[in-house]
């Protein structure tokens, strides 16, 4: 029975049927997961298609990162963007809101660094308190090259 269920689970994904919540088994980002109420991406779509589907709600609702797990450099790169713009608009709530997203993303041991020196950054902080640790991932990113010296290869 399980390998008869097995089989449509599959089949359904490779129809589109399902709702994708990460990418397909082998990709290079396997470990990154989001929540499919989040992200209506069909099971059928292409990886690079995914990606840039969650990069594009990201820019749009960027809050939605807090629905991803190990996200993609080019998903946090996606909020790097969007914090770059709201501290540039002095919308520092915002930008705080923004950085504890990548504090909470940066807990995972998996998540693959975006920005150089970021990782070692918040780990620096690990044991104070959320404010002080926002404000040292604030300060780090406002000492990058604007916009935070990132190139989307994409």
Known sequence: ????IDLFK???????????????????????RWNAAY???ASDVKPDDMERRICEAIANTPLVFAH????????QRALFGVLEQRLRLRHEREA???AALLIQAYRSPHI?????GLKAAIAATVH???PARIRAVLEFMAQRDAPFD?????
Request: zero cysteines.
């Open 68 to 75: 991803i797990t190990n996200p993609t450099p080019r998903m």
């Open 128 to 130: 104070d308190e959320a």
């Open 112 to 116: 693959v660094e975006a920005m150089p």
């Open 96 to 98: 705080a809101q923004l």
């Open 1 to 4: 029975m399980t390998t008869l």
């Open 150 to 154: 990132v190139i989307d290869m994409h």
């Open 39 to 41: 992200f209506d991406i």
């Open 10 to 32: 599959r089949l359904s994904r490779a129809l589109g049927l399902d709702t994708a919540d990460s990418f397909p088994p082998g990709h290079v980002h396997a470990r990154t």
